[in-house]
């Protein structure tokens, strides 16, 4: 294995649902964040780890920047804006849109004021049927910002693209030593990981604003000595006709959720799962310091 001798911290950024989490899990190897056709599905900073020759790349995924109409909202703004903060680099993934639209604009205000090196992505160009629709989405794109040190088109579902980014990031790396251990794919506890992919599955099962306005938390995580890890898991939400919801007829839309939670968080942990959850109403939790706190999203 080769030794790390250089570091790159990148913030990947954009508006909610252009792949960013996609990309960094496509560049990790494995999946690390959650992801959904739902806008606003991470919420907090996430790191990705990914060694490459003798270099560490730490992959800020952020939440998209969007307009908040809550307190969580106020949050992941925040986390955006300070993920721009004492980076190397900073990547703004962009949809194959020859359009520079009010997040953009917000996010490449904030990368000049940091001064920081940009590289431009455009993802999903397995959906562009015609290269001229490629080119004049760059053509916008240098119009606002001519400083962009790099145009990268990628596709973070088929992997098109990812070689030539890596490579384009390493130029920003810094001599320095090894910041996160070999094996290491993300900074988030196992816990984390495992309430994240719960919230996932009932963005995937649940329709409008159901899902956005749950909260997970994994309150038992024990590993047995036969390597089975048991945990309980409940999920708050705001209303008690949602805990209907999430809980279907008899129980059959938490059993779905639970089943596809378990089956994922099984590959992440390598081992057996046996989980049990809960539904608890909370109202008006997203607006609840407190209990936002309580949950990891900490606004000090």
């Not at 056709?37 to 790191?47: E, G, H, L």
């Amino acid at each position: 294995m080769n030794e790390i001798k250089k570091t790159a911290m990148i913030t990947v950024c954009g508006r909610p649902n252009v792949g960013k989490s996609s990309l960094t899990n496509a560049l990790v190897g494995e999946k690390i964040a959650i992801v959904s056709n739902k806008p606003q599905t991470t919420r907090n900073r996430i790191y990705g780890i990914v060694n490459r020759g003798d270099t560490q790349y730490v992959l800020l995924d952020t939440p998209g920047l969007h307009k908040a109409r809550s307190r969580l909202g106020d949050y992941m703004v925040k986390v955006v804006r300070e993920s721009l903060a004492e980076v190397e680099a900073a990547l703004l993934l962009v949809e194959p849109i020859p359009h520079v639209g009010e997040p953009e604009k917000i996010l490449l205000e904030r990368i000049r004021e940091e001064k920081l090196p940009a590289v431009l992505c455009i993802n999903k160009i397995d959906t562009v049927t015609r290269k001229d629709d490629l080119l004049a989405v760059i053509a916008a794109y240098n119009e606002f910002y001519p400083d962009f040190e790099a145009i990268i088109p990628i596709s973070a579902r088929t992997g098109d693209g990812l070689d030539d980014l890596l490579s384009q990031l390493s130029r920003y790396a810094q001599e320095g030593p090894q910041l996160f251990p070999d094996g290491m794919t993300t900074d988030q506890p196992d816990q984390q990981v495992c309430a994240e992919t719960v919230r996932e599955k009932m963005l995937l099962c649940l329709d409008k604003e159901i899902p956005h306005g749950t909260a997970v938390e994994v309150t038992r995580f024990t590993e047995r000595d036969s390597g089975i890890i048991d945990l309980d898991v409940t999920i708050y939400c705001e209303k008690a006709s949602h805990k209907g919801i999430i809980i279907g007829k008899q129980g059959a839309m938490l059993k779905k959720i639970s089943s596809l939670a378990r089956q994922d968080i099984e590959k992440f942990m390598g081992t057996k799962v046996y989980m049990e959850v809960w539904v608890k109403v909370k109202e008006n939790w997203r607006d609840n310091v407190n209990f936002m706190r309580q949950q990891g999203y900490d606004e000090e």
